[in-house]
């Protein structure tokens, strides 16, 4: 079986077996069937033939690169998942240091609705306030206005 990594998608060959290629989307780790099957079509017939015209230490020596490179590439595809699970944890970790600080935004959110209602509020009392002393103001002005006018004409006989 050759599993290779392009662009972080898993592509695989297929497995030749003696009813010809074979091909799953099936899981080798799940699937008894499916695991016969790969490790069987890991030696092909092309394969075994070319063993036979081996010596015997030939022919162990090639089983034996032969099996080191399958170790290899479950070796690789380990350290790939591995990197995947890493990335998956620092993506969790960063979710969760996000989640904190909205939560931490929303609170500091409601607090500052708190003191501008507040705010908002007092200004409206004062604002009040202001009118009222405005409206006062005015009054004694135009009380004032009258006196000074009637006191005008007090000294100021008519003719």
Request: net charge positive; proline share 2%; charged share 25%.
């Amino acid at each position: 079986m050759m599993c290779l990594m392009y662009n972080q998608k898993l592509r695989c060959s297929s497995f030749l077996s003696q009813k010809g290629p074979f091909m799953t989307n099936g899981s080798v780790m799940l699937d008894d069937g499916i695991a016969a099957s790969v490790a069987k079509g890991i030696i092909t017939p092309l394969d075994e033939k070319l063993l036979t015209n081996r010596t015997d230490d030939e022919a162990i020596n090639e089983a034996m690169a032969l099996s080191i490179q399958c170790a290899s590439s479950v070796s690789n595809m380990a350290r790939c998942l591995q990197v995947r699970g890493n990335e998956v944890q620092e993506l969790r970790t960063q979710v969760l240091i996000l989640q904190r600080r909205n939560r931490g935004l929303q609170q500091e959110n409601k607090e500052l609705k708190k003191l501008v209602d507040s705010y908002a509020n007092d200004m409206g009392k004062k604002y009040s306030e202001l009118e009222m002393n405005t409206n006062r103001l005015r009054e004694q002005q135009e009380s004032l206005l009258l006196e000074i006018q009637k006191n005008l004409k007090i000294s100021r006989p008519e003719a």
